[in-house]
């Protein structure tokens, strides 16, 4: 087990973050049983006096870093190993060991000693390590961690082995791993590896909830103290200019306090006189302020991320979606200074058959839940939370499911709205009257009608309106889009040419400004770049449906959008 962590490790005067990040020591169990290293205990011994080791970063993911097929294309335990000495920042006081994320599944040993293991990627979990260290005293220590991306019907998301048993054409312990999404399923410690270093009694988690009333904002804060209690907290608000605007305040009548409040912790509220709201970018408008909560108790790929939210920037976008699970940290940290809005999506994408609906899915997908929702809640970007994409929707089972879902949901976070992205047909659909935003995806053009762009102003009308008549919530068109490879050009255009792909988006944008007046809150066009995917004949090296290629080189579809979002900001 781990402790569920919701703070990014973040340095302060009380607190030392130190990083564990660099090369490690990597080694994959390619054994027929893909069990050698527990087997053999690799974790007992430096990794090294057990097989041949090579250098991986951390983090990133190990796949495309591989030279043959059957690397990248890895099923298993892969195994990490790095040393290190504890940190002087940490004598005598708290130390937690931190990931930011291990795709799959991960157990974690210190000199041979089990302290974490955690299922699921994209979210941080953590290892109470002050024992350890403690008894150290001082001496180098040899930190192993083995990662397993095999996905099983009852993971989230979901996966399958398929084993290959016809020996005449395939050998004798062949398999696959086959999976229901369309990205390829990256593996490792792909995130930061960190030691925080902080007094005893600690501030393990913070719940921030906003409202306002007329010009006077309200600041809720709810902490959880972890490792003893505290007689004393400093709480205060700074404005982007780093200047304290308020204090303890008494709460008006009519604003209701929200409900997620234990008297055993510390909260209260803060009241802002001539509050700025925090506000989505636009042409015109800058986001709104930025306020910072300080707490004083006692007790990833930069350049991409950066490079896409320029990409963002030049389009006149205001807001994306998690496609297919949580993002970093950095990445929210990043919207909501640039004044992005974000769905966050829960790693729950895959979900077609019955068996993906039992007990043990449903309680991974609670569990993921409670730590996206633990984790983000915080931040002003997020506007909504959407708890899975594309599930089979029609099937009974995911009724019931997602009506647990969705409560849970709602139960852990009163104040954002709930959404699951659906492409089941309305007629057939479960799980859109649980829901507070009905999402969909449809590919007309594309993958229906494909060849056929005169047919989606009539085709597209016609869904959308289904969905509102039928359900009387605000409709997002979650994805849309069209595939073309970079370069290719085509008069009359064909499918996979530039000229298709605009000619499919430029189909859709009347739609979208008709229904917009009724009830369309969204569009959201499938995808900003190009990605890999697990190889097929639908893919041409990856998913092209991108508006620039993997490389951030824009495609024509990239200025059309642009022209479109820019004149949407203008009149807006
Ligand atoms: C979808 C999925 C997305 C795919 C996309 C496509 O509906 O949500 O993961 O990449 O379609 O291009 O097929």
């Keep these: 087990a781990a402790i569920v962590s919701g703070l990014q490790p973040l340095g302060s005067e009380s607190r030392q973050v130190v990083q564990l990040d660099g090369l490690w020591s990597f080694r994959l169990d390619s054994s027929p049983g893909r069990n050698d290293g527990f087997e053999q205990a690799w974790y007992k011994r430096p990794l090294s006096e057990t097989g041949p080791v090579m250098d991986m970063p951390v983090p990133s993911s190990y796949n495309d870093l591989m030279q043959t097929p059957t690397d990248r294309d890895f099923v298993g335990w892969a195994w990490y190993e790095r040393r290190f000495r504890p940190p002087m920042a940490c004598h005598a006081r708290r130390a937690r060991l931190h990931f930011a994320s291990v795709h799959y599944y991960a157990v974690v040993w210190i000199d041979g000693l089990e302290i974490a293991t955690h299922e699921g990627g994209h979210l941080p979990f953590e290892a109470d390590i002050s024992g350890v260290l403690f008894q150290a005293k001082g001496r180098e220590l040899r930190l192993t961690v083995a990662a397993n991306n095999t996905l099983t019907p009852n993971t989230i998301p979901p996966g399958r082995i398929i084993y290959m048993n016809d020996t005449s054409r395939y050998p004798i312990g062949y398999f696959v791993q086959e999976v229901d999404f369309d990205f390829f399923n990256y593996a490792g410690i792909d995130r930061p590896v960190s030691i925080i270093c902080s007094s005893q009694v600690y501030i393990q988690d913070i719940m921030v909830t906003t409202t306002f009333s007329a010009s006077v ?164 970007s997020v506007i909504m939370w959407s708890l899975a994409n594309e599930p089979a929707s029609n099937l009974p089972v995911a009724e019931s499911y997602f009506r647990q879902v969705i409560a849970e949901a709602h139960r852990l976070d009163d104040t954002r709205p709930v959404t699951v992205v659906l492409n089941k047909d309305v007629s057939v659909d479960r799980v859109a009257q649980f829901l507070d935003v009905v999402s969909v995806n449809a590919y007309f053009g594309w993958y229906h009608a494909s060849g056929h762009p005169e047919l989606i102003g009539q085709q597209l009308g016609h869904m959308l309106s289904a969905w509102y008549t039928k359900h009387h919530r605000p409709v997002i068109l979650m994805e849309y889009g069209a595939g073309s490879v970079a370069g290719l050009h085509s008069l009359p255009s064909v499918m996979f040419s530039e000229e298709y792909h605009l000619e499919l988006m430029r189909k859709h944008f009347p739609v979208f400004d008709e229904k917009r007046e009724e009830f369309l809150v969204g569009e959201m066009l499938w995808n900003l770049v190009d990605f890999n995917t697990p190889q097929g004949v639908k893919r041409v090296a990856g998913n092209r449906k991108g508006l620039f290629t993997r490389n951030r080189q824009p495609k024509m579809a990239a200025f059309l959008l642009r022209d479109r979002y820019m004149r949407l900001n203008n009149a807006s």
């Excluded at 200047?243 to 008494?250: L, S």
């Excluded at 986001?287 to 320029?310: I, Q």
């Excluded at 039992?358 to 983000?376: C, F, P, V, Y």
Aim: with cysteine.
């Design 217 to 380: 904002g309200f600041v809720f804060y709810n902490i959880s103290i972890a490792g003893g209690t505290v007689t004393s907290i400093f709480v205060g608000l700074r404005d982007p200019k780093g200047h304290h605007v308020a204090g303890d305040a008494v709460l008006p009548d009519h604003i209701c306090r929200p409900s997620l409040h234990s008297s055993l912790s510390p909260h209260g509220l803060i009241k802002v006189p001539n509050v700025s709201l925090w506000w989505p970018v636009g042409l015109n408008t800058t986001p709104g302020l930025l306020y910072t909560l300080e707490l004083r108790g006692r007790g990833y790929d930069a350049v991409t991320m950066v490079k896409d939210a320029s990409l963002l920037g030049w389009l006149g976008a205001n807001a994306f979606r998690t496609s297919h699970y949580p993002y970093s940290e950095q990445t929210l940290d990043m919207a909501d200074r640039q004044g992005i809005l974000v769905i966050l999506e829960a790693p729950a994408v895959g979900l077609v058959t019955v068996d993906n609906f039992g007990k043990r899915s449903l309680e991974q997908h609670l569990t993921a839940l409670r730590e996206l929702i633990n984790r983000d809640r915080n931040h002003p």
